[in-house]
T-cell receptor, first 110, second 120 residues
Framework: AQRVTQPEKLLSVFKGAPVELKCNYSYSGSPELFWYVQYSRQRLQLLLRHISRESIKGFTADLNKGETSFHLKKPFAQEEDSAMYYCALFLSGGYNKLIFGAGTRLAVHP | DAGVIQSPRHEVTEMGQEVTLRCKPI?????LFWYRQTMMRGLELLIYFNNNVPIDDSGMPEDRFSAKMPNASFSTLKIQPSEPRDSAVYFC??????????????????FGDGTRLSIL
């Protein structure tokens, strides 16, 4: 079955510390993965997609098919990074829908 | 581009009342999604449409929920009768799905600001 797992509900770090938000997936097809971010009481916004291999706001994520992971990383956290982060898996094959993980709340303290 | 537009932003009503949430997708997008977000269950996909046709409504919690997409620029999610446990933030999202033979080209989903629904 298709599934996205974000094992941490809350990740609390100090400003300037490295951050890694974990995401593991289960999917028999070729995975296409995304990270979405939701700042307090705002809409979800696309942060990264693995096929773009880009860095947005200092965040990067690498797809590791061997470990079925797509962890989100940033070397130095900023207070404005505090938000809810969702990992999502795109289901192809006529579905065109995303499976979201439960989300991880990142709290960056001064 | 105004993005995905949802209305109302907030709705407070008494249980038993009918609630209608509205969504205008981004012009040119042919897929539309309704999600519900709660603290307990996170983000759940309720239903989605491709080219105005409902494709998967397996996430709709029960018969009290219904969704329509009469044209490419408008969709509604209706709850009748509403119950306190329906209180949540409801998001609408849209995207482009292009089929190129056997391969699908997926574009990211763009979300609206959501409707915060409170059923008393």
């Amino acid at each position: 079955a298709q599934r996205v797992t974000q094992p941490e509900k809350l990740l609390s770090v100090f400003k300037g510390a490295p951050v890694e938000l974990k995401c593991n997936y289960s999917y028999s097809g070729s995975p296409e993965l995304f990270w979405y971010v939701q700042y307090s009481r705002q809409r979800l916004q696309l942060l990264l997609r693995h096929i773009s291999r880009e860095s947005i706001k200092g965040f990067t994520a690498d797809l590791n098919k061997g470990e079925t992971s797509f962890h989100l990383k940033k070397p130095f956290a900023q207070e404005e990074d505090s938000a809810m982060y969702y990992c999502a898996l795109f289901l192809s094959g006529g579905y065109n829908k995303l499976i979201f993980g439960a989300g991880t709340r990142l709290a960056v303290h001064p | 581009d105004a993005g995905v537009i949802q209305s109302p932003r907030h709705e407070v009503t008494e249980m038993g009342q009918e609630v209608t949430l509205r969504c205008k997708p981004i012009s040119g997008h042919n897929s539309l999604f309704w999600y519900r977000q709660t603290m307990m269950r996170g983000l759940e996909l309720l239903i989605y449409f491709n080219n105005n046709v409902p494709i998967d409504d397996s996430g709709m919690p029960e018969d009290r929920f219904s969704a329509k997409m009469p044209n490419a620029s408008f969709s509604t999610l209706k709850i009748q009768p509403s119950e306190p446990r329906d209180s949540a933030v409801y998001f609408c999202a849209s995207s482009i799905l292009r089929s190129q033979g056997w391969k699908e080209s997926n574009q990211p989903q763009h979300f609206g600001d959501g409707t915060r629904l409170s059923i008393l």
